[in-house]
Nanobody
Framework: QGQLVESGGGLVQPGGSLNLSCVASGFAMENFAIGWFRQAPGKEREQIGCIGKPDTYTYFGASVKGRFTGSRDNAKNVVYLQMNDLKPEDTAIYYC?????????????WGQGTQVTVSS
């Protein structure tokens, strides 16, 4: 059974940076697209980006584009979300999810989430 575990969240001041990790066990992440999602208090979960299968595409939504980037380390079976210039509105629980099809829609595995709080 596949599993995803996120880490790297925490408290950061506005303008700061965090690098989230999403580590997989039980399957090879290079065969999956990895979606990043977040859910802020009182709001619905939103997809902020999708890192396609290797050498395909990477997509980030307007709310984070230019500030967030994604990368893979297939040898370590991990995907990263580098978050720069963080804003208070980025405060949320961040989740990664894996999709074998490759478009971050039909998600097969979800992580448990990691809290990101942006505050002075």
């Amino acid at each position: 059974q596949g599993q995803l575990v996120e880490s790297g969240g925490g408290l950061v001041q506005p303008g700061g940076s965090l690098n989230l990790s999403c580590v997989a066990s039980g399957f090879a992440m290079e065969n999956f697209a990895i979606g990043w999602f977040r859910q802020a208090p009182g709001k619905e979960r939103e997809q902020i980006g999708c890192i396609g299968k290797p050498d395909t595409y990477t997509y980030f939504g307007a709310s984070v584009k230019g500030r967030f980037t994604g990368s893979r380390d297939n040898a370590k079976n991990v995907v990263y979300l580098q978050m720069n210039d963080l804003k208070p509105e980025d405060t949320a629980i961040y989740y990664c999810a894996a999709d074998a099809w490759g478009n971050c829609v039909g998600l097969d595995y979800w992580g448990q989430g990691t809290q990101v709080t942006v505050s002075s």
